[in-house]
């Protein structure tokens, strides 16, 4: 099978209502449906391809594992080929609550102890 290098930026959301907001917020921003990607539990067989299909996008292994054992959590990942405005999506995604590969996952509350802790430094 081949291995194709196109860039992706995804995110895992843990609330649906997110992910929708996200994908709403992407089709606002000029993206079409053939860029942007959904796999949620529901999914099905989809899901079982998940890591295996963004490999052969060009995603690292490592990477696409996290991905498929997100979506197996429960959690909704979405993926999108930015062709270029990978700064816009990343910005549309963290804005509707997602986290990504590397990231750990924050509670609002954690959030604002952190900027609170952050002002009182500087």
């Known amino acids: 099978m081949a291995t194709y290098q196109i860039p992706i ?9 997110q992910a929708k907001n996200a994908v709403d917020a992407l089709r606002g921003a000029s993206f079409g ?26 995603v690292e292994e490592n990477r696409a594992s996290y991905y498929y054992e997100e979506c197996k959590a429960g959690h909704i990942v979405i993926s999108v080929r930015p062709d270029g405005r990978d700064d816009v999506v990343r910005h549309i995604l963290v804005e509707n609550g997602a986290h990504d590969y590397g990231q750990e996952q924050h509670s609002e509350n954690s959030s604002s102890v952190e900027e609170a802790q952050n002002q009182a430094q500087n």
């Open 9 to 17: 930026v995804a995110g895992v959301f843990n609330e649906e209502v």
């Open 33 to 58: 449906r053939d860029q942007i990607g959904v796999a949620m539990q529901s999914s099905g067989p989809a899901v079982d391809r998940l890591s295996q299909d963004l490999m052969n996008l060009g």
